[in-house]
């Protein structure tokens, strides 16, 4: 299949790509609530 370098990956959840959490722009981090830190895509 395709492969994608350097991009998002299908599962990857669209709002923290695929890392599970948004880094703050004050500092520290805060877990994404779409995919509850996992950085996965749940459908
Ligand atoms: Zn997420």
Redo the contacts with the bound molecule.
């Keep these: 299949m395709n492969k994608h370098r350097g991009a998002v990956k299908p599962n990857d ?1 669209p ?2 790509n695929g890392k ?1 959490y948004f880094q703050l722009l004050l500092g520290g981090s805060e877990t ?1 609530e ?2 509850e830190g996992s ?1 996965s895509k749940s459908e």
């Design positions: 959840c709002y923290c599970g994404c779409s995919c950085g």
